[in-house]
Structures are given as structure tokens and as C-alpha cells.
């Protein structure tokens, strides 16, 4: 039995589930280790997506006809499978948005411009994905007097509390907005109790659970997240497809966002009444075919159980952190205690694009650059990006033992 693998995992079965995981590049088989930007696709999700395209497509929550009943009922079936996947307590606090960003983007404008007072603060962190900063930064500069924070990140690349406390003491942030888990870092922040601080403060709490949601079971509830975001795309689920969970009376606290078809209740060439939520916040034709894509992957990590999948990350951060820390000239960024398999890495001499591309030659997808995070690759000094190999739950301990094998190589070859 390999020790690398948690047992009762049955990761061959599952590499099989995904087709383009038999697939090669430069004639040599396809070692893909950048689900952090995207995730590969299991044959449910494709075949999902077919189905409801060939078998089951017309426009919701429109017509009285059969075939758009039936995909009305198809994207709201996604909707509870996802209200579950998230411990929410009901349909109605899950909004489909296009992505995180956009996620992100209707709290910044509906939250941010309808609820936040002048005088108030958000604070997020130098952790953070641009999706979860760029919207925050736009907010303060329209000059409607709310203002912006950061939380520090400390040495070994976790939120710095002590400073979240600190910045939370004068009771004027309204909203904290942080990440689950790191996209570069793979830190994983402590949720709960960042969502307790915040409360405590008088403060909403937003989670970018992008990372997050993909690598460990997420219970809103449990945590009492005011809002959470994710994306399907990383969740082996179609682009075109995020979530927004939201308390259901703040959705209905908050103004729309985008105006048009669908998010009304009324309309008459005075004025216009909207919506609740989540209705309110989905203006237009909607991601329907995504959603059936997203409900499929939904179900297809649950088959698996997420706690399983969680496992076997485990395993596999234990053997990349023994494996990848061994190699000659790699610095690590970040040691948290609490981590994902997300390994951003500086290699001596060697810039992250060239390694990139060395890396492909050999068959391994990785990503170089700042991934979307530079201020975080400033705090760290490493303004030249880093490569990062993030995991799947089809990654495994070969594919992290080639990574390190072909970066001892490349020190070599570009020396
Ligand atoms: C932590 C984090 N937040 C937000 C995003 C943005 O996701 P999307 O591009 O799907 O909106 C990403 C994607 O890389 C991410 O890793």
C-alpha cells in the first residue's frame, strides 16, 4: 500500500473519471498541476452538460412549457444541491453570479454602496486575490467616505490576529472581507474565529472561499459567514458559474446590482420594484447549462465525500512539503501550520516563466507569475513571481516526486 495515499482512496478510479488526464503534451503524458487557476473536468460534469443541451435546454423561469420547466427545475435543483454543499439553511441565500469576481463585485457594489455608512471601513488583507481587493479599492475611491484596511500577513504566511484585532478595535469596520484559503500561500485562515472577531466588532464577514471550497469541507453555518463565494470552475465544474451565499435578511437588505429581466417584482415607467433575493441579484438569462455543470460536480464531490478528498490533501501537502522543501535552491512561500495544496516557490536563478517553460516541455503544467496577488508577492520580496504547483483530487505523490525531480533538472540546465 502506498503510505502516500489516504487510505481507501481510490485515486486510479478517479484519475479515470477525468478524460483528458490520458492525454499528453510534447508527447509526454499530462502531469496537470494547476487546478488552483482551474480545475479539470470529470466525465459527469461534461456528460451533465450535454445532456441538459441536447435533452433538456430552454430559458428559465419563463415559460410555461414543459422543456423550460424542466430546466427551470434543473438550475433550481443546482441551487439546493449547492445551499447543502455550503450548510446554508436555505435555497434562497444562494445567488448565481459568473464567477468569485463577480461574487465579489456584487457585495462590493449592493453591500458596500447600499448598506456601508460614510465613516466606515472594510478590511481585508495582503493575502488576498486581487478579486477580493480591486473591488475594495474601488469602493474608497469613488470618495464616499469608506475607507480601506489590510490585516498583515505574518513570516510563515498566516493572517497576523493580533493586527485583525487591533485594526477591529475602534468598532468602525463594517465589513471584514478575507480569503478561506490562499491562492498562492495556501494558508488556510481560521474562519470561524475570524468571523467571531469580526461580530464581535460589529462587522459583516465576507470569505473568499475560491480555495477554500474545493479543498475542505465548508459549513456557513458552522462558521457563521455573513457572506461566502466560490467558483465552479475550480470546483471541476464549468466556468461562467460562481456563487454568492448570503444571510438571507442582509440579501434582502442590500439594492440590486444589476437591473433588467428576472430581478423585478414590478415595473411601470415610473418606477420598478425588485425582487428578494436571490431572484434580486440575477438580472438576465442566467448560467443555466453551468448551473446543471455545477450541480454535477457538486454531486461529484460529495460521491467522493469531501472529508475523503480533504484526506488525501493532507497526505499529499505532507509529501510535497518533504519533497518539494528538499529541493536544492527552492524557497518556499509560506510555512502555515493550516495549509492547502498550493505551493508557491522561487527557484535560484531561475525565472518562473522560463521554469514554466522547461516544466512543459516535460509534460507539467504549472503556473508563473503573481497570480493575481502582487501586493502579496511584494510583502514576501519576490516582485519577479513565483511558479506555483496547486493539486486536484487526481494529484498524485508520482506527479509531486516528477515536479521535484524535473526542478532539480532545471537548476541544472539554466546554471
Ligand atoms: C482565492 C481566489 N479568489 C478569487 C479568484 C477569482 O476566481 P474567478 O476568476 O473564477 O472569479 C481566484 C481565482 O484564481 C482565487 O484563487
Redesign the pocket.
Known amino acids: 500500500m502506498d503510505t502516500r495515499i489516504a487510505p481507501g482512496f481510490d485515486l486510479a478510479a478517479i484519475r479515470r473519471d477525468f478524460p483528458i488526464l490520458g492525454t499528453t503534451v510534447h508527447g509526454k503524458p499530462l502531469t496537470f498541476l494547476d487546478s488552483?487557476?482551474s480545475a479539470q473536468k470529470p466525465r459527469a460534469v461534461i456528460d451533465a452538460m450535454t445532456r441538459c443541451l441536447e435533452t433538456a435546454y430552454a430559458n428559465v423561469h419563463r415559460g410555461a412549457y414543459h422543456l423550460s420547466e424542466t430546466a427551470t427545475e434543473a438550475y433550481e435543483a443546482a441551487r439546493i444541491a449547492v445551499q447543502r454543499f455550503l450548510g446554508a439553511a436555505e435555497p434562497e441565500e444562494i445567488v448565481f453570479a459568473s464567477?468569485?469576481?463577480?461574487a465579489i463585485n456584487l457585495v462590493a457594489h449592493s453591500f458596500g454602496r447600499g448598506v456601508l455608512k460614510p465613516g466606515q471601513f472594510v478590511l481585508t488583507s495582503e493575502m488576498e486575490?486581487h478579486?477580493?481587493m480591486v473591488p475594495w479599492q474601488m469602493l474608497r475611491d469613488e470618495n464616499r467616505g469608506i475607507g480601506l484596511r489590510y490585516v498583515r500577513v505574518t513570516d510563515r504566511g498566516e493572517l497576523d490576529l493580533e493586527h485583525l484585532a487591533a485594526q477591529l478595535a475602534d468598532g468602525k469596520v463594517g465589513l471584514v472581507a478575507v480569503?478561506h484559503?490562499?491562492?498562492v500561500l495556501g494558508t488556510v485562515t481560521p474562519a470561524a474565529q475570524i468571523a467571531r472577531m469580526a461580530h464581535e466588532a460589529g462587522a459583516k464577514v465576507l470569505f473568499?472561499g475560491?480555495?477554500a471550497a474545493v479543498h475542505r469541507h465548508v459549513d456557513v453555518k458552522a462558521i457563521d459567514a455573513d457572506f461566502y463565494v466560490f467558483?465552479g470552475?475550480?470546483l471541476y465544474g464549468p466556468t461562467g458559474i460562481?456563487v454568492l451565499y448570503g444571510k438571507r435578511a442582509l440579501l434582502n437588505a442590500m439594492p440590486p446590482f444589476l437591473g433588467g429581466g428576472d430581478m423585478i417584482a414590478s415595473v411601470t415607467l415610473e418606477r420598478t420594484t425588485y425582487a428578494e433575493a436571490p431572484a434580486r441579484f440575477e438580472a438576465g438569462t442566467p448560467p443555466i447549462v453551468e448551473a446543471v455543470g455545477l450541480h454535477a460536480a457538486v454531486d461529484y464531490v460529495n460521491g467522493i465525500g469531501m472529508e475523503a478528498i480533504e484526506a488525501h490533501e493532507r497526505a499529499l501537502v505532507d509529501h510535497a512539503m518533504a519533497t518539494l522543501t528538499a529541493v536544492p535552491g527552492l524557497t518556499l512561500l509560506g510555512t502555515a501550520q493550516d495549509r492547502g495544496g498550493v505551493f508557491a516557490f522561487a527557484i535560484d536563478g531561475v525565472h518562473p516563466h522560463d521554469l514554466s517553460t522547461y516544466l512543459d516541455r516535460h509534460g507539467i503544467a504549472v503556473r508563473a507569475g503573481r497570480h493575481?496577488a502582487e501586493p502579496l508577492h511584494e510583502r514576501f520580496g519576490v516582485d519577479g513571481g513565483t511558479t506555483r504547483a496547486s493539486f486536484g483530487l487526481y494529484t498524485t505523490p508520482e506527479e509531486i516526486d516528477l515536479l521535484a525531480a524535473k526542478l532539480v533538472d532545471a537548476r541544472k540546465f539554466f546554471a
Open positions: 488552483g487557476a464567477n468569485s469576481t463577480a486575490h478579486a477580493n480569503t484559503m490562499s491562492n473568499d475560491s480555495q467558483t470552475h475550480k460562481g493575481c
